[in-house]
């Protein structure tokens, strides 16, 4: 093949690479553009400020309060419970167990099979731990299956930053006669503490986001949920809603709500960036 | 002295239970759902409902196979679209892209992949269905544009991060001093790309594939809102399908007063769970492996 040929052959398909690049960016662009566009003409300070009232599905008055509150109890709840269970698993496989050591390879292993399972399921799987310990569908339900969900999200996002902390760190710790617990809190949780917060935020954004699982377990309710037995309503599920009535009014506003959660999202993503930024300043290598 | 050593031990001991979670969690929820569609595989073979095509509960008849086929119709065809452009971007963004341009991309990205998937239903629903529905005509078709094809393009956009992310991590991993020494012998970087990185990544690619691919497969607003619906099997792209995920969350809401219809629904999650979990097994084994002969 003639040199010509072959440089012709590498535009082709440069061309190809960036026309693909291009339709990605775009792809974001064109529903950032939509939701925007037709989101923000319905936006009002009721839709944030009020909860729904008689007939608002038909096109009265009201707002979605009930949802953005609900949201953010449900997500905030799971979050913690999240937290709970990760902090401790990442802690375990970094810190305790022994490098290439079965247990952290198989916990990896097992995180990132249960990231790859679909939200619908865990909300299957919470709609029978919901009937096996006798609760209806309410707020707490719909924290446990996104702390579920969330778990592997969360605890692999960890897992990459308190990987990194260098093993001389850890030693000079337990050399200076500190236990592991003491290494991993004062040391390692310190030492990552901006990529831990990273962690929890890019949780909490999928589980503020998640319909299927919360679809099964949280219920939904015009009010906001006053304890954690009571159904909540939630920001996916009221977009949801609206947009299945026939009336436009109705469903212009769940335009206005795709805006406000996504207005949400990419806030919590900046924030994470943010702070992710910030560990790369700290980290000592 | 003694109360540290204590606390550490007693910490340990604690970490390690909770360190069992994510691998007993894979196993109670293939159980918990196992139990809960028993009631419907006592009176039907498993194949039986898989297979058959007739759904009508009241009747007592629960085949699975339009949703199935509906599922695996809708993910198949946003394949064919992401496939190509995800793995050809990521190629550009491992190996030509500027700093600059990976450094405004991988963001976008990021936030693609953060993306509710309920908002990409509703860009869908505002964006693609009409669209489907104009062009269907120019191709001897009728549509009202909730369809295979509608449910594709979005979740084709949906599984772009997945595959770029897993891909990328892969190219990472072919050793720049092959590169260099494909691009000493005279090859173009094109070459070095085709037969170096591209070879070396295969596998690695394969595997982001099938992850993309169980992520579509599971995926259930943004679909379910720009589908239709319509328990068929769908004949062509600009028709209507059921997907699997999305009968789940359609019909929760009644599954408990039709006799064995919350032990179909239960089943059908079991199905899902199934299939997504031999692909991600399969797929993690893959890069656990490349990732230990990169070492």
């Known amino acids: 093949m003639g040199y010509r040929r072959r440089k012709a052959e590498e535009t082709f398909f440069k061309v190809l690479m960036i026309g693909s690049t291009l339709i990605i960016a775009g792809s974001l662009l064109l529903i950032m553009g939509t939701i925007v566009v037709k989101g923000f003409p319905a936006l009002n300070l009721a839709m944030i400020t009020q909860t729904p009232k008689g007939g608002y599905y038909l096109g009265k008055e009201g707002g979605i309060l009930n949802a953005i509150v609900g949201s953010l109890e449900l997500a905030g709840g799971a979050t913690l419970l999240a937290l709970l269970l990760s902090l401790p698993i990442v802690l375990y496989i970094n810190v305790y167990a022994r490098r290439k050591s079965r247990l952290a390879v198989f916990t990896r292993f097992s995180l990132d099979v249960l990231w790859g399972i679909p939200s619908i399921v865990y909300g299957a799987f919470g709609f029978i731990l919901m009937m096996m310990i006798g609760l209806r569908t309410s707020l707490l339900a719909g924290i446990i299956t996104v702390a579920l969900l969330e778990l592997p999200i969360m605890a692999r996002a960890m897992d990459e930053v308190v990987r990194l902390v260098p093993s001389s760190l850890r030693d000079a710790s337990a050399s200076l006669g500190a236990t592991r617990l003491e ?16 962690a929890v935020l890019i949780a909490f954004g999928r589980g503020i986001g998640d319909a299927a699982s919360v679809l099964l377990t949280a219920g939904y309710s015009d009010r906001i949920p006053g304890a954690l037995t009571q159904p909540a309503a939630t920001l996916p599920l009221a977009i949801f809603f609206q947009l299945g009535t026939p009336y436009p009014e109705v469903q212009a506003r769940a335009y206005a709500s795709a805006a406000i959660l996504t207005f949400l999202i990419l806030a919590i993503s900046l924030l994470s960036r943010w702070f992710s930024r910030k560990f790369q300043k700290n980290t000592i290598k | 002295m003694a109360k540290r050593r204590i606390k550490d031990l007693l910490a340990r001991r604690g970490m390690v239970v909770l360190t069992a979670v994510p691998g007993i969690l894979v196993f109670l929820m293939l159980m918990g759902l196992l139990g809960r569609s028993k ?31 509906g599922t695996f119709w809708v993910t198949l065809a946003a394949m064919i679209l992401a496939v190509p452009i995800s793995l050809l971007s990521a190629i550009y963004l491992s190996e030509y892209a500027p700093r600059r341009i990976r450094e405004i991309v991988k963001p976008a990205v990021d936030l693609l992949a953060g993306l509710p998937s309920v908002v990409f239903g509703v860009w869908g629903v505002l964006m693609i269905v009409p669209l489907v529905a104009k062009i269907a005509p120019l191709f001897g078709k009728y549509s009202s544009g909730y369809s295979v094809l509608a449910g594709a393009i979005v979740l084709a956009i949906m599984v772009f991060p997945t595959i770029i992310h897993v891909s990328l991590e892969v190219f990472g991993s072919v050793p720049h001093a092959l590169r260099e020494a494909s691009l000493s012998l005279g090859a173009t970087k094109w070459e070095t790309v085709k037969h170096v990185v591209l070879r070396k990544g295969l596998a690695g690619m394969l595997a982001s594939v099938a992850l993309g691919f169980s992520r579509a497969f599971g995926e259930t607003m943004a679909v379910l809102m720009v589908v239709g619906n319509i328990p068929e099997i769908p004949k ?35 199905v899902l769970l199934l299939i997504v979990l031999i692909f991600n097994v399969v797929a993690r084994i893959i890069l656990i492996k490349a990732e230990r002969k990169a070492e």
């Open chain 1, 183 to 198: 290494t991993a809190f004062h040391v390692v949780v310190r030492q990552c503490l901006p990529g831990i917060i990273t």
């Open chain 2, 39 to 69: 009631s419907i595989l006592t009176l039907h073979s498993f194949g039986e409902l898989l297979f058959d095509s007739s759904w009508h509960p009241l009747r007592g008849e629960f085949g699975l196979a339009p949703f199935l086929m």
């Open chain 2, 236 to 270: 062509s792209v600009f028709d209507s399908a059921y997907p699997l995920p999305a009968l789940l969350a359609n019909n929760y809401g009644e599954m408990m007063s039709i006799p064995l219809y919350d032990g179909a629904l239960m089943l059908s999650a079991l």
